[in-house]
DNA sequence: CTGCGATTGTTGCCTTGACAACAATTGTCC
DNA sequence: GGACAATTGTTGTCAAGGCAACAATCGCAG
């Protein structure tokens, strides 16, 4: 059961517009959040990800946020000059292992609060069960992809 | 009522990670139906805003898709050198009327269907409620922003 | 009408992501 | 074990957006 109809279509009240201004939004937000310590949201997501052990080597970092294996070894050269990560060489020796540093595990503190802050304030007057509904939602369309 | 919560955040099932990674697949289907035509989806979004009539101006169609003033004027030349718009002086020396040349409308045609079967096989396995309440979901999320 | 702030478009500079080519290493199939 | 494909990271190059500075024009307060 198709959705949009050629017919009919509206760009701008469909789903491609709509999320591409919510990730504008949200990362301007994010970015304000995070100037004190000049991060980019993409560099906080990589800080995140390694936080959070959902990550060790730039490859599995790639995958996860489907980032560029070139544009993500200049951010985590970006990275390791701030002091926030380094490089330990791992039993992997194509790969290199990534390792969050002191400085690196204290800004994912502010990383984290930084993102409950902007994702809180635009879902303001979201119920829990529509917040959650709206993750489903996305999930279920890049399960599509 | 706050959705997330600094000690059970979890940022790559949240709201932003979600938005972000679906953006970035709607995008890659969509260039890759527009291919043939060697258009971007940044491109494609204006002749599309130009066609349905929302803006004439490059400061509106800047404002409609919050676009960079500069990055519109560099794509607008591209697309003026593609043959699908041109500038016409308008009553606003300032500005100069955006005018859909014949091929621009055949083309904005092809871009309309493009979106629309991308988003439909994206939105695979949505009722139609389903798919409104995500438009409504993500415009209030825009609104509170 | 005049002066002044706001709007509009353009340009230059910088950053960053996408893509292609490549070298080193690993894993697999025979 | 050895050939060969796949994985991993790096580099160079290109395209595109963000930002700041600017000139032209507009609109409004006085």
Redesign the interface.
Known sequence: ??????KT??????????????????IE??ESELAPHGLSAAQS?VV??LA?G?ADTAAGACK???HDPGAMTRLLDRLQEKGLVRRVPGPDRRSARLELMPKGRRVYAEI??A??K???????????A??R???S??????A??
């Open positions: 059961m198709p959705i949009y109809d050629v279509f509206r760009s701008r009240e469909a789903v491609g517009a709509l999320v591409g201004l919510t990730r504008k939004a949200i937000r994010l997501l995140l990800v959070q959902m996860l946020l489907s984290n609060a993102q409950v902007v994702l809180n304030g635009m879902l303001r007057g979201f119920s829990p529509e917040a509904q709206l993750e939602f996305l999930k279920r369309m890049l599509n992809a």
